[in-house]
């Protein structure tokens, strides 16, 4: 079984800085996949940024970018140049390539203007 | 449609009544998967479904869930017998496929989420 750990319930940051959020996971698979996950207060999903764990290079989306470190089961999202419309909160989450997924339990990250 | 749609948006019954909870996909999409989320709380794999199929069922929290897909599109999750913890958003999501032909995983896309509240 796979544990996916967020160990930052709350976070703010002031607007045009740059905030890190933290996620740990925990698994014996060897082929995985990580997801950042964006939840609005309008309930809708949005996939912020992947990883697959056989890729050493981490991830980048525009502002958005990952820390990926396999040997410790690590996966921080940093969010640059941070903006209003980036208040929700993030789900970091876990994939087997079964089709079965673990999820955290989420940080609320508010933008401060 | 463009996007993935659930029915109801919310729905509130009485502890013991059954429910069902609808969820099409983007048209295409072969691979369509149900999530829980409690109040607060990050998202619980359900069921994933391939086509009609559905692989593992061992996320299902008890025999009260069940779901079902056919003709590869709609999909619904019955819950039988409602209890009060089963109060939560029922979300589901479809992607074209679970992986892309050079291993990457497919992106999945979430309908709204069906509030379902028992009394």
């Known amino acids: 079984a796979q544990t996916v750990t967020q160990s930052q319930p709350e976070m703010s940051v002031q607007e045009a800085e740059t905030v890190t959020l933290s996620c740990t996971y925990d698994?014996?698979?060897?082929?995985?996949?990580l997801f950042w996950y964006k939840q609005p207060p309008s309930r809708q999903m949005i996939l912020v940024i992947r990883?697959?764990?056989?890729?050493?290079q981490n991830a980048t989306e525009n502002r958005f970018s990952v820390n990926f470190q396999k040997a410790a089961k690590s996966f921080s999202l940093k969010i640059s140049d941070s903006q209003l419309g980036d208040t929700a909160m993030y789900f970091c989450?876990?994939?087997?390539?079964?089709?079965?997924?673990?999820f955290g339990d989420g940080t609320t990250l508010t933008v401060k203007p | 449609g463009a996007g993935v749609s659930q029915s109801p948006s919310n729905k509130v019954t009485e502890k013991g009544k059954d429910v069902e909870l609808r969820c099409d996909p983007i048209?295409?999409?072969?691979?369509l998967y149900w999530y829980r989320q409690s109040l607060g709380q990050g998202l619980e794999f359900l069921i994933y479904f391939q086509g009609n199929s559905a692989p593992d069922k061992s996320g299902l929290p008890s025999d009260r869930f069940s779901a079902e897909r056919t003709g590869g599109s709609v999909s619904t999750l019955t819950i039988q017998r409602t209890q009060q913890e089963d109060s939560a958003v029922y979300l589901c999501?479809?992607?074209?496929?679970?992986?892309?032909?050079?291993?990457?995983?497919?992106?999945?896309?979430f309908g709204p989420g069906t509030r379902l509240t028992v009394l």
């Open positions: 048209s295409g999409h072969t691979a």
């Open positions: 989450a876990f994939y087997t390539n079964a089709g079965k997924s673990t």
């Open positions: 999501a479809s992607s074209l496929a679970l992986l892309l032909a050079g291993g990457q995983y497919n992106e999945q896309f």
């Open positions: 990883q697959e764990a056989y890729k050493q």
């Open positions: 698994t014996s698979e060897n082929n995985y996949y």
